[in-house]
């Protein structure tokens, strides 16, 4: 059979990223220009520069990618892009490049969901996963207990009610001082803190078993330190950093073997930024070897936004025959599973 090459676009957020990949698995290129650096000055992603750093960037981006793949854009089968949930502006950038591509060359446009893209992050390093599966997608701005019923077939059983789980990350890295992105500085100074130094509360929602709340952890931690701040009490980050994780991933792990086990699953994976963390990742593991469930999760550098996964997810719906028009437009709130 004839290899299938994807060219895949990625600009939802604060990385320009451009992708070839092989039959939905085999990363061929994975080019990511960060824009980290800029948003850090702002202590967030400032949207508006978002877009004019995309611009910037974007066609670069893409001959990197399409170099580094040794393949020319006439090889490329289709141009997969996120077209939603993120930025509108963003978003935006990535959807009329891969229009203007797909029309001037006459290739098929396939629009991918960032989320499904995050999920199918786990393909590209584990050629053995196939759905049905659960998987725990935790990003910046989305906590989603997910049912992968097929490649292109979603149930979304559990939620965020308010912070998503990597938002909370970073609102608490602010407060401490750490500054942005924080979860990765959370990460790191928590393995030097004592995660039992400060109870912080574990929110349910009542009636939904699998849906979150981080707002009232968040509000805790703003607290406890305002508190210290005004009596003059000294705390150390560290263990504040590490007690305000373990509460988060005390809740994340809880809800995910649970609807595991409920739904009989044996394969749970985890996917999006927050699936680095090594707490998170530790604590799973841990919890799914006692219970003889396969745990699955990218290399950090497939978990925060890249385009491979976007190529992963949008080979298997180009397989399945989905095709977008060049009337594709930017969703900002795009729901998953919807077209
Ligand atoms: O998936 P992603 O790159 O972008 C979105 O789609 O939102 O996720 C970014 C989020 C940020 O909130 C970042 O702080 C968090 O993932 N993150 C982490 C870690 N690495 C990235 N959170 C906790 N621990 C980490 N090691
Ligand atoms: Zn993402």
Redesign the pocket.
């Known amino acids: 059979m004839k290899d299938i090459h994807i060219l895949a676009i990625e600009s ?2 604060d ?1 320009t990223a451009a992708a070839v990949v092989q039959n939905g698995r085999t990363v061929l290129s994975n080019i990511i220009s960060s824009q980290i650096a800029i948003h850090t000055l702002y202590g967030g992603v400032v949207p508006e520069i978002a877009s004019r750093k995309h611009m910037e960037k974007i066609n670069q981006v893409i001959e990197e990618a399409l170099s580094r793949a040794g393949k020319t854009l006439e090889e490329m089968d289709a141009i997969a892009v996120t077209y939603g949930p993120g930025l509108v502006g963003a978003l935006l950038v990535g959807v009329a490049e891969a229009k203007a591509i797909a029309f001037a060359l006459g290739k098929p446009l396939v629009g991918v969901h ?1 989320i499904e893209g ?1 999920i199918a992050a786990n393909y590209i390093e584990h050629p053995e996963l196939e759905p049905p599966f659960l998987c725990l997608v935790v ?4 906590t989603h207990l997910v049912v992968v019923r097929d490649y292109d077939r979603f149930e979304l059983i559990g939620r965020t009610r308010d912070d ?4 909370a ?2 609102k608490v890295a602010r407060a401490i001082g750490l500054g942005y ?4 500085k ?2 790191r100074a928590a393995k030097e803190g004592n995660p039992e130094a400060i109870a912080f509360p574990r929110a349910k929602v009542a009636d939904a078993p699998y849906d979150f709340s981080f707002s009232g952890i968040k509000s805790a931690v703003l607290n406890y330190i305002n508190h210290a701040q005004m009596t003059g009490e000294h705390f150390k980050p560290e263990d504040l950093a590490a007690s305000f994780q373990s509460a988060v991933v005390g809740v994340l792990t809880e809800h995910a073997i649970r609807a595991a086990k409920e739904y009989g699953f044996q394969k749970v994976a985890l996917a ?3 699936a ?3 707490c ?1 990742r530790a604590r799973m593991r841990e919890a799914c070897e006692k219970r003889g469930i396969s745990l699955y999760y990218p290399s ?1 550098i497939l ?3 890249n385009a491979a996964m976007i190529g992963a997810a949008g080979y298997y719906e180009f397989m399945k025959g989905r095709r977008s028009g060049l009337d594709l437009n930017a969703n900002p709130s795009l729901k998953l599973g919807e077209r």
Do not use: K, Y
């Open positions: 939802s957020c990385e960032h995050h990003s910046g701005g989305h998503a789980a990597g938002e990350f970073d992105p924080g979860g990765p959370i990460d999006g930024g927050v680095s963390n090594s998170l950090p978990c925060t936004d």
